[in-house]
């Protein structure tokens, strides 16, 4: 079912969540996109719109250019450190407080579900707040001058290069948090799929896998995306605006 208003399927919605016994959200960079965090693909201030995701977010990329990849993530936390959990992050953390079984997986590696109040949030491709040795993949706390210094810093056990704890492309995603997503996915009976184009594998399989497994798929996105055809339901609008509608409509049926 599409609709182009907000108002028009979200007391459905609402009532499929309050009556799921478990529900998961997927989101991706679209949930950060009112917090002025740029977006991957957007064409005007995307991320990839001045470099090639390869060049940069891959082991290849790093190695061959360390400084503009570490800069490029330096840009990011910088970003995040600056941005503010919006509504859309507020709401999200709303639903988990109002139902039960409700699981937050993300495709962003920023932390502004977990400063929205969001818990547990399951973060497939890392996190921007981790960091390890590329070489001896010893673990490295850095504080925040450190993150946002010029050039990477080097291992102290090995001399290798610090790189950002994120999945990059190539890379296997962390086999228990795949795990953890996968099983919200296949026992959810509602995935909300926020902000997210769907073109990075394998987490764009997740809503396939939560449909066929019987979950009622709902899309909260602006606009069409390659996930639209595995959608029940396709909320067309912001996430900032659509998801506290719903978490208002959710909270009055619980309440
Ligand atoms: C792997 C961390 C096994 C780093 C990221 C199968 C088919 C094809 C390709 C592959 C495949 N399997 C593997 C691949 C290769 C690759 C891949 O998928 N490539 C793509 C480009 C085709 N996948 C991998 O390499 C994965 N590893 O599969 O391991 C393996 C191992 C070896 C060899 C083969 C396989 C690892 C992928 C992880 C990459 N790391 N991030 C970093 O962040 O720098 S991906 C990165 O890009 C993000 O994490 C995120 O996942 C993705 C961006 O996607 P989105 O979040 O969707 O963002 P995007 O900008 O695209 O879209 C924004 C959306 O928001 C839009 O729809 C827009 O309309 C919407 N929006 C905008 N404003 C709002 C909004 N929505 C709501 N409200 C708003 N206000
Ligand atoms: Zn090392």
Request: glycine share 8%; aromatic share 6%.
């Amino acid at each position: 079912m599409r609709a182009t208003g907000p108002e028009g399927p979200l007391a459905a919605i609402a009532r499929r969540l309050a009556r799921a016994e478990a529900s998961v959200c997927l989101t991706g960079a679209g949930v950060s996109a009112e917090s002025g965090i740029p977006t991957f693909r957007d064409a005007a201030t995307g991320l990839w719109s001045r470099f090639d995701p390869e060049q940069l977010a891959s082991v290849d990329g790093f190695r061959n250019n360390p400084n503009l990849v570490w800069r490029w993530y330096r840009e990011r936390v910088q970003a995040v450190q600056d941005a503010r959990p919006n509504p859309g992050h507020i709401a999200l953390a709303r639903l988990a407080r109002s139902l039960e079984g409700f699981t937050t997986v993300t495709q962003n590696v920023d932390d502004l579900h977990e400063r929205a109040g969001s818990a547990d949030v399951v973060h497939l491709h890392g996190r921007l707040t981790a960091y390890r040795c590329l070489e001896c993949g010893t673990p490295v706390q850095l504080d925040l001058a450190q993150r946002l210094a010029a050039e990477p810093p080097v291992c102290a056990a090995c001399a290798g290069l610090i790189r950002p704890g994120v999945v990059w492309f190539g890379e296997l995603l962390d086999a228990n948090l795949w795990e953890q997503a996968y099983a919200a996915c296949q026992q959810a009976d509602v995935m909300l799929v926020v902000g997210t184009s769907g073109l990075v594998w394998p987490a764009a399989e997740l809503p396939l896998l939560a449909r066929r497994a019987g979950a009622h798929v709902v899309e909260v996105n602006p606009e069409d995306t390659e996930l639209t055809g595995w959608a029940d339901t396709c909320v067309r609008g912001r996430s900032g605006e659509i998801l506290p509608l719903l978490a208002d409509q959710v909270e009055r049926i619980v309440s």
